[in-house]
């Protein structure tokens, strides 16, 4: 036999240098990647677009719960003027950061109620020359109504802005 090496013999050899050549990438699990979904926001079958989630923490029912209550609240409070702004104040507060439609039903309740003090402390005022007389009656009355409008929307989990109102916070 001839002291030549094997063709066998060389790959092997090849093999191992070069394994003792490369450093070692990792050790442990591979790296993971994030997969981001694009596009437009999913439909349903009839292509309305579908309804967001309430974000972590407040569920639909709670969303619906707080807001009905936010509106009533004032609504109850609203036979004195200058205390219909403490429970819509008091719920969107605790409530604002967990749930956007809170938030944007408690500015919107607000911004009405500050509205609402405002309003019935000129038509008091407007008393001394008996027109008030007739604006007071009238100012509460749209205050049951679009307070109640409000809170049938909030249980609906549907956006609702006050008419007519000064807006003090800006509503989403």
């Avoid at 972590?56 to 969303?63: I, L, N, P, R, T």
């Avoid at 004032?74 to 702004?85: D, E, R």
């Avoid at 008091?90 to 309740?109: Q, T, Y």
């Amino acid at each position: 036999m001839t002291d030549q090496p094997r063709s066998d013999d060389i790959v092997e050899q090849k093999a191992a240098h070069q394994e003792q050549a490369s450093p070692e990438v990792q050790s442990g699990p591979p790296p993971t990647t994030t997969v981001e979904r694009q596009g437009p926001p999913a439909t349903d079958p009839g292509g309305q677009a579908a309804p967001q989630l309430a974000p972590a923490g407040m569920s639909k029912s709670d969303e619906k719960t707080w807001g009905v209550v936010m509106h009533l609240g004032s609504l109850i409070l609203g036979i004195f003027p200058i205390l219909s702004f403490i429970v819509p104040l008091i719920v969107w507060l605790i409530n604002k950061d967990r749930s956007r439609m809170l938030n944007d039903h408690g500015r919107s309740a607000l911004n009405w109620s500050i509205t609402y003090i405002i309003m019935m402390t000129v038509f008091g005022a407007l008393t001394a020359v008996y027109i008030g007389a007739l604006l007071l009656p009238l100012g509460f009355l749209a205050h049951v109504i679009l307070c109640i409008i409000a809170a049938v929307k909030a249980g609906q989990r549907r956006k609702f802005k006050h008419p007519m109102t000064i807006p003090f916070l800006r509503v989403g």
